[in-house]
């Protein structure tokens, strides 16, 4: 799948999204939506980073290798995001924009996603039937 059809977009929808907050909620806002974008690029970056070192991989190796990788980036994320609420005040990062530009990019990514895949022709042979040599 082109990485173009994440990352530009997702790039689009985030400077959108800083644009917007700033202009709405001031620097806490441009902080917050500046924070979720590199937050959400750099979560699906690595996605693409692990995908890419497991192409070639056997695909138990694979499944194991992206187990890993999830769980590290769920922990990891959640102890960003802890750091981000007991470190900074709510009026220098504002939560709100935070929370709207992650989800936004989000969907952009996994629409971008959707759309890659949805344009791959896989061809994968079909069972054979009972009779059939």
């Known amino acids: 799948m082109s990485l173009k059809l994440r990352i530009l977009p997702s790039s689009i929808v985030a400077s ?5 907050s700033t202009l709405v909620n001031g620097r ?20 693409i980073l692990v995908a890419r070192l497991a192409e070639k991989l056997d695909p138990m190796t694979t499944m194991a ?6 769980f590290a980036k769920i ?5 960003f995001l802890l750091l981000v609420t007991r470190f900074t005040d709510r009026e220098s990062v504002d939560r709100v924009s935070f929370a709207i530009c992650a989800i936004l990019i989000t969907m952009t990514w996994l629409i971008g996603e959707i759309r890659g895949f949805l344009k791959l022709r896989l061809h994968l042979p079909l069972p054979k039937k009972e009779g059939q040599n």
């Open 16 to 20: 959108f999204c800083v644009v917007i």
């Open 28 to 47: 806490s806002g441009l902080f917050g939506a500046a924070l979720a974008s590199i937050t959400v690029i750099i979560f699906f970056i690595v996605q």
């Open 65 to 70: 290798l992206a187990m890993f990788s999830y």
């Open 75 to 79: 922990l990891l994320m959640g102890a």
